[in-house]
């Protein structure tokens, strides 16, 4: 059985991150995990050239032998951002504005979107005015961080298991209970943000027509260009006794 390692040093991430073009050098997922070409166990090490970005499903594909190395290797040398047969289908927004679409109301320019008792929930940047940087935090109703997007790096707790599906420019993240977690699609060069998150214990569930969180519903307005979106203050989590 193959074990990976997600412990490899940031400068390391990062250099895999930029030369896959922010996404799956298979597929274009948004979400990448650190992939050895070499096995870590014959290694310990993370050299960069025996390394690539996948994302979590090609990721096992790999880990299951369904990639001979040289096509992972041809995949670290051509990855699917960079390829222009993909152009159209690539997880980026090319428009002057950055434009997030949350339970009808929009961000524009906007980074932070949900900021709840000042800790950052959801943030979405741009890199080199193209592709997209998630910064993601997935907590369950008991207030249990159950996976982290960050700078696009998939790290979860492989307690919890998770369904992650990638058609072009629509990434769904769900727990196996089939509940969507996290619904992110780019149309018509706009992001639209759907899903069931949690914080402090409380659901904020974000709908094509509304979100709310903490029990303020909120619809219909407009941020721009603006340091953070919304800011939200709840009551700190308290586990419930049975
Ligand atoms: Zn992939």
């Known amino acids: 059985m193959y074990h990976r390692c997600r412990t490899a040093p940031s400068e390391v991430r990062f250099r895999l991150r930029r030369e896959a073009f922010f996404g799956c050098c298979k597929c274009g997922n948004p979400l990448i995990e650190n992939a050895h070409i070499i096995e870590y ?18 990721h096992t594909e790999a880990d299951l032998g369904y ?4 096509v992972l290797r041809d995949l670290k040398q051509n990855p699917f951002n960079k390829n222009k047969r993909y152009l159209q289908k690539r997880f980026v927004v090319t428009g002057e504005k950055l434009i997030i679409n949350t339970g009808s109301s929009r961000f524009i320019n906007t980074e932070r979107i949900f900021t709840i008792n000042d800790f950052d929930l959801v943030s979405i940047t741009r890199k ?4 997209l940087s998630l910064n993601i935090n997935l907590f369950d109703k008991y207030n249990r961080l ?9 790290i979860v707790d492989r307690s919890y298991l998770w369904d992650v599906e990638y ?4 990434l769904i993240l769900r727990k196996k209970s089939r509940d969507i977690v996290l619904d992110i699609q780019i149309k018509n060069e706009e992001i639209f943000l759907r899903g069931n998150l949690y914080y402090n214990g409380f659901l904020i569930p974000i ?3 509304n979100m709310s969180i903490g029990g303020v519903t909120i619809r219909n307005f407009t941020i721009e260009n603006a340091g953070g979106g919304i800011s939200i203050q709840v009551p700190q989590y308290r586990p419930r006794i049975y």
């Open 41 to 58: 166990p014959i290694t310990k090490q993370f050299p960069i050239e025996d390394m690539l970005a996948l994302c979590p499903n090609c």
């Open 67 to 70: 990639y001979p190395k040289f």
């Open 128 to 131: 080199e005015g193209l592709y």
């Open 146 to 154: 159950i996976a982290l997007i960050y700078d696009n790096f998939w």
């Open 167 to 170: 058609k072009p420019q629509h």
């Open 207 to 209: 709908k094509p027509q």
